[in-house]
């Protein structure tokens, strides 16, 4: 399965939109994105995902390059409660989730 | 819609004692997980359940073992407690064979061996 780099850490204002990046460089054809999130003591909580098509949920937006080698999820209006360790995470289709791999994310933090 | 249920939240124990991790979810998935996560680290995954009688063996298995009880439920134990076995452990489950990607977890069951 691909790896993917982001950054260690991201601050941002509440109330702006927070765009979280993320590099997928060897990612291959049939391997989605998948984004999760981790608020502080919780369990991580899937986000969205993608394949090739920008995506939409009401809690972000999905935007992957043509070329698929990059992503960034947007929060729109971030708020306090956006604060969280933000994963990015590639698997094939139709593998189990043992091939989720969780790195060590992008910590968010989000002031007022 | 409780989804995954994890027991105890919270427990401490001596090194050498043994101990079980309660998981169940009521979400009839056939997918069941145990990570375990240390600070300032992501989710390692200690043991997988891709069915109901099926289990395997995942990064850090080593110390654990686990029971596929019925669909429901997927328990962790600890035979021997050790002080490096302190963590916080998630318990997951999702519905394999599709590409939803939606794996849901439990609040998280934090253990401290001393």
């Known amino acids: 399965d691909a790896k993917t780099t982001q950054p260690t850490s991201m601050d941002c204002a509440e109330g702006r939109a927070a765009n979280l990046p993320c590099n997928h460089s060897?990612?291959?054809?049939?391997?989605?994105v998948y984004w999760y999130r981790q608020i502080h003591s919780q369990g991580p909580q899937y986000i969205i995902h993608g394949l090739k098509n920008n995506e939409t949920n009401e809690m972000a937006s999905l935007i992957i390059t043509e070329d698929r080698k990059s992503s960034t999820l947007i929060l729109p209006h971030a708020t306090l409660r956006d604060t969280a360790v933000y994963y990015c995470?590639?698997?094939?289709?139709?593998?189990?989730?043992?091939?989720?791999?969780f790195g060590t994310g992008t910590r968010l933090l989000v002031s007022p | 819609n409780a989804g995954v249920t994890q027991t105890p939240k919270f427990q401490v124990l001596k090194t050498g004692q043994s101990m079980t991790l309660q998981c169940a979810q009521d979400m009839n998935h056939n997918s069941m997980y145990w990570y375990r996560q240390d600070p300032g680290m992501g989710l390692r995954l200690i043991y997988y359940?891709?069915?109901?009688?099926?289990?395997d063996k995942g990064e850090v298995p080593n110390g654990y073992n686990v029971s596929r009880l019925n669909k429901r439920e997927f328990s962790l134990r600890l035979e021997s407690a050790a002080p490096s076995q302190t963590s916080v452990y998630f318990c997951a489950s999702g519905q394999r064979g599709g590409v939803t990607g939606e794996l849901f977890f439990g609040e998280g069951s934090r253990l401290t061996v001393l």
């Open positions: 359940s891709a069915s109901e009688g099926t289990t």
């Open positions: 060897t990612i291959s054809g049939n391997e989605y």
């Open positions: 995470i590639v698997r094939a289709i139709n593998t189990g989730f043992q091939k989720l791999v």
